[in-house]
């Protein structure tokens, strides 16, 4: 497609609900990348894949949060059991490379808003 | 470990002023620079980056930043401000020597340009 796509847009879960959050990257891009953002902050950092290769997942705060891109094109990610401190925008980005050198630009999607009551 | 310290919340600028939304970084070695910009519920947009060679980019909509290695910093800078650049601005590195590839982001300063 011609831009990252994120969905849903908005979600709201009740503490305690697993919920699944869904990439569309840019075809053929190689890296992926999750990222949270909470409010009045900057994104940080939660894991990387490089195709269907989860290469760094030291972000993830908790088990409760898993990632996967089984295919190297789609990625879910999944969090579960959800806690209110997990209310945050969720952001995914996508990049050309493949070759680790890291100086390629990442288009971010739109993000998907999670609000746990 | 690589960081970045955005150290302005916001930066107010008249229509017309020059504006500058500063960043200082911590890395390792060479650092690989970059500038987004983020609109209400819209994700983040690349404005610039720096990897290497000339220490001025220059990036849409007008924006430019100078690298300075001496003061690790990385500012971010208009002559001419309009109403339609304010937004939430990010500043982010990368350590190219971690493989991780991970892009680290600053806390973001509000740029607000009044008419």
């Known amino acids: 497609g011609a831009g990252v796509s994120q969905s849903p847009r908005y979600k709201v879960a009740k503490r305690g609900q697993d919920v699944a959050l869904r990439c569309d990257p840019i075809?053929?891009?190689?890296?992926l990348f999750w990222y949270q953002q909470a409010l009045g902050q900057g994104p940080e950092f939660l894991t990387y894949f490089q195709n269907e290769a989860q290469l760094d997942k030291s972000g993830l705060p908790s088990d409760r949060f898993f990632a996967e891109r089984p295919e190297g094109s789609v990625s879910t990610l999944k969090i579960q059991r959800t806690q209110q401190e997990d209310s945050a925008v969720y952001l995914c980005a996508s990049s050309l490379d493949g070759d680790g050198s890291g100086a390629n630009v990442l288009t971010f999607g739109a993000g998907s808003r999670l609000t746990v009551l | 470990a690589q960081s970045v310290a955005q150290p302005e919340d916001q930066v107010n600028v008249a229509e017309g002023n020059p504006l500058t939304v500063k960043c200082t970084y911590s890395?390792?070695?060479?650092?690989?620079l970059f500038w987004y910009v983020q609109y209400p519920n819209r994700g983040l947009q690349f404005l610039l980056k720096?990897?290497?060679?000339?220490?001025l980019v220059k990036g849409s909509y007008g924006f430019e930043a100078e690298f300075n290695k001496s003061q690790t910093s990385f500012h971010l800078k208009k002559p001419s401000a309009l109403v339609s650049d304010s937004a939430l601005y990010f500043c982010?590195?990368?350590?190219?020597?971690?493989?991780?590839?991970?892009?680290?982001f600053g806390g973001g300063t509000r740029l607000m340009v009044k008419p």
């Open positions: 890395v390792s070695g060479n650092p690989y």
């Open positions: 720096y990897i290497t060679g000339d220490n």
């Open positions: 075809s053929g891009h190689v890296s």
């Open positions: 982010a590195v990368r350590d190219p020597k971690n493989a991780g590839n991970m892009l680290t």
